[in-house]
Nanobody
Framework: QVQLVESGGGLLQAGDSLRLSCAASGRTSSDYAMGWFRQSPGKERELVAAITRMGGGTYYTDPVKGRFGISRDNAKNTVYLQMNSLKPEDTAVYYC????????????????WGQGTQVSVSS
């Protein structure tokens, strides 16, 4: 079992930066690939970024490439999502998720989820 707790959301303006954190407890986070997803009203949950167990591989969805960065500190059991040049279309609830094995894009492939943190970006 893994418990995930996100933090760092808030109300921002376009162009701002924000860093989300996801603290894992229960098992060593290095056992899991980690992903950051987001979901806005009326839309499906989508993968924003993902990182392999040891951090050697990453994935980003096209709309955030060059603006967002995912990283992890396994000694702290924490995964981060650095978000720069935020846009109103980045407004969503952001979730972190964990899965055994390699990173994946489908939310159904993830085993554990946090409760989410709201990010709202105004123009």
């Amino acid at each position: 079992q893994v418990q995930l707790v996100e933090s760092g959301g808030g109300l921002l303006q376009a162009g701002d930066s924000l860093r989300l954190s996801c603290a894992a407890s229960g098992r060593t986070s290095s056992d899991y690939a980690m992903g950051w997803f987001r979901q806005s009203p009326g839309k499906e949950r989508e993968l924003v970024a993902a990182i392999t167990r040891m951090g050697g591989g990453t994935y980003y969805t096209d709309p955030v490439k060059g603006r967002f960065g995912i990283s992890r500190d396994n000694a702290k059991n924490t995964v981060y999502l650095q978000m720069n040049s935020l846009k109103p279309e980045d407004t969503a609830v952001y979730y972190c998720a964990a899965r055994r094995g390699y990173l994946a894009r489908n939310p159904k492939d993830y085993d554990y989820w946090g409760q989410g943190t709201q990010v709202s970006v105004s123009s």
